[in-house]
């Protein structure tokens, strides 16, 4: 079980090192400003248990993404206020905790409040127009091209490990869809194992 579940909030983290974030004034938009849903690949190496394709739709207004893969049995909500990340696995309705720490999501989900940008040109993705940016933050150093209302649709290290986006539809979004549905249990990753027979013990 902990080998599955931690790919999406991997996905998240590869898809927001630059995504998510306040504006800073004369930076600019890095978190979608108007509701979309964008598909994107996997670049370079990944893991095996790493999803090579995921969705990511944006509820501009609240700051919330939701991460889907049709290869995994749960889909992530990120709060970009926050930075929490949490897994919801419909088919037990149950949610938890993302398993990646607390204060890395945050320093991943805050990153372009902080990051160097230097702009270096224009491109275009998935027929979207976009502005390419050099990035620098803590000793990481890739380029990233956002769209004028803050979509990435291309993000990567020097390594050449990213995404990049292959579909972007701009469409109105249901609130409900960025919400863990009523009556779901909450459990933690160890309690989730458990309930699958995985015989973990017990913290």
Do not use: K
Not at 102 to 112: K, N, T
Request: aromatic share 4%; hydrophobic share 35%; net charge positive.
């Amino acid at each position: 079980m902990r080998r599955l579940i931690p790919v999406l909030p991997a996905a998240i983290l590869s898809m927001a090192a630059l995504a998510p974030g306040a504006q800073a004034q004369n930076r600019p938009a890095t978190f979608p400003t108007r509701d979309v849903t964008v598909a994107y690949r996997v670049l370079g190496n990944a893991s095996p248990q790493t999803p090579r394709e995921f969705t990511v739709a944006a509820l501009a207004a609240e700051g919330r993404l939701r991460v889907e893969s049709p290869s995994m049995p749960a889909w992530a909500l990120a709060d970009r206020r926050t930075g929490r990340t949490e897994m919801v696995m419909d088919s037990m309705r149950v949610v938890t905790p993302s398993p990646v720490r607390q204060e890395e999501a945050v320093r991943y989900l805050r990153l372009a409040e902080t990051a160097r940008l230097t702009r270096t040109g224009t491109a275009s993705q998935a027929g979207q127009g976009c502005t390419n940016y050099r990035w620098e933050e803590r000793g990481q150093r890739g380029t990233a091209c956002l769209t004028a209302d803050g979509v990435l649709l291309r993000g990567v290290n020097d390594r050449g490990e990213g995404v990049e986006a292959t579909r972007v539809e701009y469409t109105r979004h249901d609130p409900m869809r960025f919400r863990v549905p009523e009556g779901y249990r909450r459990v933690d990753l160890g309690d989730m194992a458990r309930s699958l027979g995985l015989g973990l013990p017990r913290r």
